[in-house]
């Protein structure tokens, strides 16, 4: 087979000691409409703490749709209608009495293009603190320096934390607003193409960050780039047409994808 | 061939034109004739503001500058002991300004804020024309308003206020001033990018915390800026003051009384029968002059703030 280039990762998982992972998303009979355009088909996807997901696929298939319905931002397009259930930790994210707000506070995003406020750089990080009614000045200034810490953009910025955000580079910009939702602790990252809009050596920060980052977060991430996804992720979900063709170990469908429609993708064999 | 032909054509035809020095004689007119249009403005700008100069210090030959900005009394009717003093009418500006300004700005920004954040775009759509439709009332229309429904309005609730007094014409000056503050404010909001609110939002933001943390702080430069220039529209504002807010000048600071402002004193005597070349007439343009100051001041402080709170997105 011609999927060698891929066998950069190892099957980590079996390798260490086995270690109980709980489920923290469960995707059951999922689908999702905008208008009439039926844009995910029937999902049952279930993904494990303290891993890294990557979702795959052509554009158009519906990965950003699928991760905006994990924190439920989809719910600001208008016309938008879903069926079944998506629980995370065993709620179901689209009931009542699971406000988005709170959702949104324990799943963190980070967008394609990166979305500073206009405000300063410490500004940014403390904002999530801040709207959370957390005022103890103590505790905000050692959480923007941890955050800005883990998302490895800290030695660059330690001299202006109070400049404007705007002043720094893409990849910078990039990496803040991982920070800023880093500073909420989240227990789960959701990130739609962190990478696209950055050039090849911020993008290696981003992914070595991500690698840091699984030790503590779970992390699904929408990428393009194939090797990407075989660097950095555990599992790897393969969408096509709004539904999932496969999901396994990310080594799996890089090696010996069950489905000739994963295969022809990642071999770039495919439309 | 023939499609060698159209083509030789079309060479024959550019060739003419290259001969011909390439571009039309129009070409170079058409600056020249901009600059003249841009120039005619320019100077009536100048012959406006130099007519306002001259003939004021016509006036401070005849009326020293600090009876002018010292003295309490504005009697220039008063045959025995004429005073100048600018005071009770900077005094009437004054308040006619601040009441307008309090019901024009957090009605202005309330509407701003619900019209770019919350409202349906069918809202919008009807909000936005009608907005545009009080905004072009002429002013003399406001005027009677506040005189023939306001101020009656406002004497059942407050018997004390009379039928002259600076809260209604100041109410009323504030309403012609909110779809100034409306539109100009949620252009500023407008232009905040979603990409920036999604960013809040995808922190737990409420849609409050995210519109009033973020989105308004934003654009904070375009509200100011609105807010300042819908200010100095009430400064200028003449017809609605005339009308509802009598003409008293005095320096008292109660709101309840007959009053006047700068511009209404001005359509005062414009209208009455000073004879040209009197002290009276010359007055109107020491007071329009210093009315000039005033707005060019607001004008120039609603640049120097969206300069300085500038936000590149
Ligand atoms: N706001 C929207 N309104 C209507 N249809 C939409 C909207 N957003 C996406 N779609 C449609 O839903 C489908 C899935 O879109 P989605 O953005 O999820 O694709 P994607 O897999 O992220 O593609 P890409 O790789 O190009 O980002 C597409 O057919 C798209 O046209
Ligand atoms: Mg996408």
Partial sequence: MALVAFKTKEKKINEQAPVERQTVYSTKKCNLWYGNHHALKNINLDMKEREVTAIIGPSGCGKSTYIKTLNRMVDLVPNVKTSGAIEYRGRNIFSKDFHVEELRTRVGMVFQKPNPFPKSIFENIAFGLRIHGIKNKKLIHETVEKSLRQAAIWDEVKDRLHDSAYGLSGGQQQRLCIARSLALEPDVLLMDEPTSALDPVSTLKVEELIQDLKEKYSIIIVTHNMQQASRISDKTAFFLNGEVVEYDDTYTIFNNPRDHRTEDYITGRFG | ?313
């Fill in chain 2, 1 to 313: 061939m023939k499609t060698n032909d159209g083509q030789n054509q079309v060479q024959s035809l550019l060739e003419k034109k290259y001969q011909n020095g390439f571009l039309s004689r129009g070409e170079k007119v058409i600056p020249v004739l901009l600059f003249l249009m841009a120039a005619v403005s320019v100077v009536t700008t100048i012959g406006i503001v130099l007519t306002l100069i001259v003939e004021t210090f016509t006036f401070f030959k005849q009326i020293s500058i600090a009876e002018f900005l010292t003295k309490k009394d504005w009697y220039p009717f008063s045959k025995t002991d004429a005073s100048y003093g600018v005071l009770p009418l900077l005094v009437g500006t004054l308040k006619i300004t601040l009441i307008a300004s309090i019901t024009a700005v957090p009605i202005g920004l309330a509407v701003a804020i619900y019209l770019s954040e919350y409202a349906s775009e069918r809202v919008r759509k009807l909000m936005k024309p009608i907005l545009e439709v009080l905004a072009g009332v002429p002013t003399i229309v406001y005027g009677f308003f506040a005189l023939t429904f306001v101020t009656p309005l406002l004497r059942a609730i407050f018997p004390s206020l009379e039928m002259f007094n600076a809260v209604s014409p100041g109410i009323v000056v504030g309403m012609m001033i909110i779809p100034m503050i409306v539109s100009l404010s949620e252009d500023a909001l407008s232009s905040v990018p979603d990409s920036v609110r999604q960013g809040a939002l995808a922190l737990g933001a409420t849609k409050w915390e995210m519109t009033w943390r973020v989105a308004f702080p934003a654009a904070l430069s375009g509200i100011m800026a609105s807010i300042v220039l819908a200010i100095s529209r009430a400064i200028g504002e003449t017809m609605i003051v005339s009308i509802a807010g009598g003409s008293t000048p005095t320096a008292s600071l109660d709101l309840t009384t007959s009053l006047q402002t700068m511009t209404s004193y001005i359509v005062q005597v414009s209208t009455g029968d000073a004879g040209f070349g009197t002290t009276i007439y010359y007055s109107i343009y020491a007071v329009g002059f210093t009315l000039f100051l005033f707005t060019l001041a607001m004008n120039m402080l609603a640049q120097r703030i969206s300069r300085r709170f500038r936000e590149e997105y």
